[in-house]
C-alpha cells in the first residue's frame, strides 16, 4: 500500500480530474423515489478514462462515506433510495457507473477521492457493490486497507476460491454484508463461499424474491433500511445487528 503523502498526492491528483455536467437520471420502470432530477458528474479515473456518477450530500455533517458501484447495464440513479436514505444518516454518497468492469478498480479510487474533497475522511469509506462487480470490489478493498467495510448485492464471483480466499485474507478482519434474494442461486452460492472463507464478520441477508442488484433494493424497502443501517453502524464504530436469517 502507498505511504499516506503519496496517497494524498494521488488522491488530490484524482480530484482534479472530477468536472460536473448538467443532466438528469431517466427513469426505467422501477420504483423510485424521485422528487427532482439528480445532476450527474463526469468523473474521470485515474489512468484514464471517465465513469458517469451522482453525488448525494450527507444532510448534515458527515460521519463518513459510501461509493456505490454500478453494475453494467444499469444507471447510477437506481442507487437513489440507498443513497436518499444514506444521507438522511449523516452519510455522503457516489454512485459510480464505470465504462466496464475491468476499470472498476481505477472508478473506485477516484470515487473515494471525490468523497475526501466532500469532507469524508478517507479511513470513514466504504465500498457497495453489487454482481460481478463485487469481485473488484473485494479486490480493491483488500489492497486498500482505509476502505472500513464492504457491501456486496448478489454476489456473482467467477473468481477460482483460490483467488477468492485470497483477497479475503488481505482484506482481513474488517466486516463484510451480503445481501441476497431466496430465488438468487448464483448470489446465494456465491455469498455463502465468501461467509465461509472470510476472516472476521460477514453477515449474510437474504429477501424474498428472485431480484438482484440495485432492482433487490428497489423492490424492498427492508433491504434499504438495513444497509443503511448497517454501513452506519460499521463506519460510527457501533456494533450493527449481526443475522443470517431471511429477512420477511
Same mark, same amino acid.
Given at each position: 500500500?502507498?505511504?499516506a503523502?503519496?496517497?494524498?498526492?494521488?488522491i488530490a491528483?484524482?480530484?482534479?480530474?472530477v468536472s460536473?455536467v448538467?443532466?438528469a437520471?431517466c427513469?426505467?420502470g422501477r420504483?423510485?423515489?424521485?422528487?427532482?432530477?439528480t445532476?450527474?458528474?463526469?468523473?474521470?479515473?485515474?489512468e484514464?478514462g471517465?465513469?458517469? @456518477? *451522482?453525488?448525494?450530500?450527507a444532510?448534515?455533517?458527515? +460521519?463518513g462515506?459510501v &461509493?456505490l458501484?454500478q453494475? $453494467?447495464?444499469g444507471? =447510477?440513479g437506481?442507487?437513489q433510495?440507498?443513497?436518499t436514505?444514506?444521507?438522511a444518516?449523516?452519510?455522503?454518497?457516489?454512485?459510480i457507473?464505470?465504462p466496464s468492469? @475491468? *476499470?472498476?478498480s481505477?472508478a473506485?479510487?477516484?470515487? +473515494?477521492?471525490?468523497? &475526501?474533497?466532500?469532507?469524508? $475522511?478517507p479511513?470513514? =469509506?466504504?465500498?457497495?457493490?453489487?454482481?460481478?462487480?463485487c469481485d473488484g470490489?473485494?479486490?480493491?478493498a483488500a489492497?486498500?486497507?482505509?476502505?472500513?467495510a464492504?457491501?456486496?448485492i448478489s454476489?456473482e464471483s467467477r473468481?477460482?476460491t483460490?483467488r477468492?480466499?485470497?483477497?479475503l485474507?488481505d482484506?482481513?478482519k474488517?466486516?463484510?454484508?451480503?445481501v441476497?434474494?431466496?430465488?438468487?442461486?448464483?448470489?446465494n452460492?456465491?455469498?455463502?463461499?465468501?461467509?465461509?472463507?472470510a476472516?472476521?464478520i460477514?453477515e449474510?441477508?437474504q429477501?424474498?424474491g428472485m431480484?438482484?442488484?440495485?432492482?433487490l433494493?428497489?423492490?424492498s424497502?427492508s433491504?434499504?433500511?438495513?444497509v443503511?443501517?448497517?454501513?452506519?453502524?460499521?463506519?460510527?464504530?457501533r456494533?450493527?445487528?449481526q443475522?443470517?436469517?431471511?429477512?420477511?
Open positions: 500500500m502507498t505511504s503523502a503519496s496517497r494524498g498526492a494521488r491528483a484524482v480530484v482534479v480530474g460536473l448538467g443532466g437520471i427513469g426505467c420504483p423510485r423515489d424521485r422528487d427532482a432530477a445532476p450527474t458528474e463526469t468523473l474521470v479515473l485515474p484514464g471517465a465513469a458517469q @456518477s *451522482v453525488l448525494v450530500s444532510a448534515r455533517e458527515p +460521519v462515506g &461509493v458501484l453494475h $453494467a447495464g444507471e =447510477v437506481d442507487w433510495p440507498l443513497a436514505r444514506l444521507a444518516s449523516a452519510m455522503t454518497s457516489l454512485a457507473l464505470p468492469t @475491468s *476499470v472498476a481505477h473506485l479510487e477516484a470515487g +473515494v477521492a471525490r468523497l &475526501v474533497q466532500k469532507d469524508v $475522511a479511513e470513514k =469509506v466504504a465500498v457497495v457493490a453489487t454482481r460481478d462487480d470490489a473485494l479486490a480493491f489492497r486498500h486497507r482505509e476502505v472500513t464492504l457491501v456486496l454476489p473468481e477460482e483460490g477468492l480466499g485470497a483477497w485474507k482484506y482481513g474488517r466486516p463484510i454484508l451480503l441476497t434474494a431466496e430465488g438468487d442461486a448464483f448470489g452460492t456465491t455469498a455463502l463461499s465468501i461467509k465461509e472463507s476472516q472476521g460477514a449474510l441477508r429477501y424474498p431480484s438482484r442488484g440495485t432492482d433494493l428497489a423492490l424497502e433491504a434499504v433500511e438495513q443503511a443501517y448497517w454501513l452506519e453502524a460499521v463506519v460510527t464504530e456494533t450493527p445487528l443475522s443470517s436469517e431471511t429477512e420477511p
